[in-house]
């Protein structure tokens, strides 16, 4: 299993950007599905994107194009880049990472988006 930490959340503003980090430790780290998922107050987690081993991506539509998600197998780690960010992505952002019978989550790091 991997353990995983989030790093780099803290208040934006509007229009501003800022980037997420997720190290993990544990082995075998470049076979997992690694993800960034948020949860905003009194709503449900969601998918914000998706990599996988293969460095294919995957993204909610309403990040598309603004979001970049990113893996470093040498690092250990998964980053989320996020540009033009707005108000309604203010959220608690949760790094996970999984393979086939085992999922892991970070303890989230907290984005508000606010002037």
């Known amino acids: 299993q991997v353990q995983l930490v989030e790093s780099g959340g803290g208040l934006v503003q509007p229009g501003g950007s800022m980037t997420l980090s997720c190290k993990a430790s544990?082995?075998?780290?470049?076979?997992?599905?690694l993800g960034w998922y948020r949860q905003a107050p009194g709503k449900q987690r969601e998918l914000v994107a998706t990599?996988?081993?293969?460095?294919?991506?995957n993204y909610a539509a309403s990040v598309k194009g603004r979001f970049i998600v990113s893996r470093d197998n040498t690092l250990n780690s998964v980053y989320l880049q996020m540009d033009n960010l707005k108000p309604d992505a203010s959220a608690v952002y949760y790094c996970?990472?999984?393979?086939?019978?085992?999922?892991?989550w970070g303890q989230g790091t907290q984005v508000p988006v606010s002037s």
């Open positions: 544990g082995t075998l780290f470049s076979i997992y599905v």
């Open positions: 996970n990472a999984a393979r086939p019978g085992l999922t892991s």
């Open positions: 990599i996988n081993s293969s460095k294919s991506v």
